[in-house]
């Protein structure tokens, strides 16, 4: 509306010395006419003729000049009709009324004449405004539909139906198809997608929100399969209907790949580092299994020459039986136990009692204590809310601090090889943890060292890769904890580690 | 049997090898004593027992090398048996050096544990016999004069009695009494019987 108005007016300011000069010319016209007129019939010139002649100057006028210079003419022609039909000339009195009625309708069509005409012309300038403004809008999107060809983003438009009505050049790229053909192919059909949840869901949220972000897998025309970063906008029109969806995916196969080769690659130094840790616990393994298998040995022996005397007594036959069936129990336990540990791999969290994790790993460090004459004090709380976590690797991380500290613990005083385990419930803004503590009284850790202990590959033990603390560190971030170390005001170090609770 | 005097002292921290391994002793026919320390041993065990020790290598407290090496230097000498789940060489020579008569590895191989024991116990038999004679040498030793036991380095020596006698500036009659003196209280038939008792002394 502005830029027409401005447009008026620009042409008015331009035109005004046409609409001067078009007048000039028709009153010029109109005077030759009259003087015709006057000059074939000097007494009696026919109004009727100069009127129609007088018309058609108007008209043309009007067609091709201004409102105003019509205007204008047809005051000045009404004059000099007026003066035609009133001798003697050049006298500006009326005196037949019916010539005042052929006056006055001249007036009026020849000022309807030019207001219509002008209108027309006003309309048509309007017109030819909205061409220029659609013209351009044209230009614009087409600029914009441009711009979605450069980006690496693909970017296509479905309409109600999934049917693509745009396809940019980076869909192309990256599924192969080319907009030609993409275009009014239902789109699922088309990439075959492979949705996180059921299409009429994702289709809810999408039509409440307005938009939805997920990840999709797609096939390419050569049916590869990509996963990409989807995010659909929903389009409305005016009266809030949903028209089209535009979907635009960016392709993260080879970051999903990384990822899951980096989650594989902290799985398998997760597990390397369970094996070290039962490694250093070799000697008190073999130790524990050994014992059983000693005796095991020994009745089975001893059973063989009872039976071999002259008059067996099967009371003590039997009773070293059950000895050995119950040896070979406690040996096969020792075996599960670290089956349990080795076998399993990355499992999903599951809530989990920390208490029963400890209760569990301390039978593990058992020999390896005794065998140092290193004392366990074990102070649970009475109860722990549960955690959400991957209960072998938890156990790892105890089983780790446990050696750690068994091992700081086995040159010092006998009355400080003392390890401590408690565990406690610690209410923060805005979780719950449940904490628990090793402390130890041993060797202690240098007090420039306590952040060092955590980095891979540091180590004070000679036969130690130093990935133990540094896993135990990951494991427990991946549970969305903390693991850190303080020494202890006189002896030795404490680990503690925090894990919130299942919320 | 010959050695249903001796005992075997078994020696572990587990009560389940204690029970098993005197079992095994037990069915054939020995007599068994078992103990859950190095300590205990020790403080209850009577020294003048005959028979072996078997001794876990990885006892808490005072290990089984410690334990050896007591009784060594205490004299109270019995011979030991090693059983160890853990057998690296340098801790097996350091303890065959101390005077083990077997170092045997767990889990066991139960004939070699027996035979071993039976060895044992023969060696202690042995060693308790010799000591027997050893002390009953000496106390015949310890019989004699002075004068006698200068005599006694001299006839072991080959001296003749008229040498002595010149020697010592007595008669020959006196020495030859005090030689036979001698050959009696150490109850020698002959200068070569003396000469070897002697030398079994340390003279």
Redo the contacts between chains.
Sequence with gaps: MITAANASLLLLARGAPRVIGQSLLAIFALAAVTLVCVHFQPDDPSLTAAALVYLVIVVLLSLNGSFTAAATVSIVAVILLQDLASPPLLSLSIYEPLDAVALVVFLTTALTITRLVSKMRGALDRLRVSLEDLRRAEEATRQQAALLDLTHDTVFVSDTQSRITFWNRGAQELYGWSAEEAVGQTTHQLLRTEFPAPLADITAALHEAGRWEGELIHARRDNSRVVVASRWSLQRDADARPVATLETNNDITAHKQAESALSQAQAELTRVARVTTLGELA?SI??EV??????????S???L??LAMEKPDLE?VRS?LI?IV??SE?AANVFTRIRAMLSRTVQPHQPCDLRGIIRETLPLVQAEF??H?IRMEVALAAELPLISGDAVQLQQVLLNLLINAAEASRDVAAERRVVIVRTEIQHREPQTQVGVQVRDSGVGVPEGNLHRVFEAFYTTKSGGLGMGLSVSKAIVERHGGRLWVTANTDYGATFHFCIPTKS | MSSSQSVVRVVD??E??R???S??L???GLRVRTYGSAQDFLAIDSPDTPGCLVLDL?L??MSGLDLQRQLADSGRALPVIF?T??ADVPTAVHAMKGGAVEFLT??????A?LDAVRHAIEKDREARAERRSLDELRRRYDSLTPREREVLQRVIAGRLSKQIAAEFGTSEATVKEQRAQVMQKMQAHSVIALTLSAKRLGL
Excluded: M
């Design positions: 000697a073999a130790h050994n014992q059983p298998l000693t005796a095991i040995v020994a009745d022996n001893a059973a020459n009872w003590i070293t000895a119950q040896d406690r005794a065998r004459t | 921290d587990e389940s090898v029970r098993s391994l079992g095994l037990e069915s054939v990885h808490p407290g059983l789940g853990l767990k889990p066991l191989n139960a004939p544990l």
